[in-house]
């Protein structure tokens, strides 16, 4: 079952077990809306019921059931909190996680295969690191402005981004 972080509890609140998340999530409203939450690491989780949530600044404070006391709060500090596929909150239509992204075929409508998304650069205007592929016509990593003019189609099922780029974008 593959699992997607939603947060990292980075320390503890008060003597009665509450811990302290710093949401990884876009969407931190989602805590309130969760009756249970997976933590642990990579290998290992534990599944939590969430009695309580409330908000302290930009963190997540949450009280789990069995986790009673500071010292058992402070065990848990630099665990992570994990959703599965299934509790994801759904995007609008034309939006779509990072995650699902990376990895993409990036074929332009002149020039064929350019490369592949490495990673999304998050920012007033979101940008695509694109990573050059042998077969490809660029040979080093180069931006895309993820802007509809530029993006014809992206269809996760291919694992593929059809684009439109304009002379120069691209080329060395």
């Not at 404070?61 to 992570?80: D, F, K, N, W």
């Not at 490495?118 to 077969?135: F, H, M, N, R």
């Not at 490809?136 to 059809?162: C, H, N, S, W, Y």
């Amino acid at each position: 079952m593959k699992l997607y972080t939603i947060g990292k509890i980075i320390g503890v609140q008060g003597i009665k077990g509450e811990v302290k998340v710093f949401p990884t999530t876009s969407f931190p409203s989602r805590f309130r809306q969760m009756a249970r939450v997976l933590i642990g690491d990579d290998k290992t989780q534990t599944d939590y019921p969430i009695l309580s949530v409330r908000d302290q600044k930009k963190l997540i404070v949450l009280s789990l059931e069995g986790i009673t006391t500071r010292t058992q709060a402070e065990a848990m500090v630099g665990l992570h909190l994990f959703v599965t596929q299934d509790e994801l909150v759904k995007l609008p239509e034309d939006h779509y996680y990072i995650f699902d992204l990376i990895g993409l075929e990036v074929i332009d409508k002149k020039w064929g295969l350019l490369g592949l998304i490495k990673d999304v650069i998050e920012g007033a205007q979101d940008l695509y690191l694109i990573s050059p592929v042998p077969t490809g016509l660029p040979t080093k990593e180069f931006l895309i402005p993820a802007v509809k003019d530029l993006i014809l189609e992206i269809d996760l099922q291919k694992k593929i981004m059809r684009v439109d780029l304009p002379e120069g974008l691209w080329e060395e």
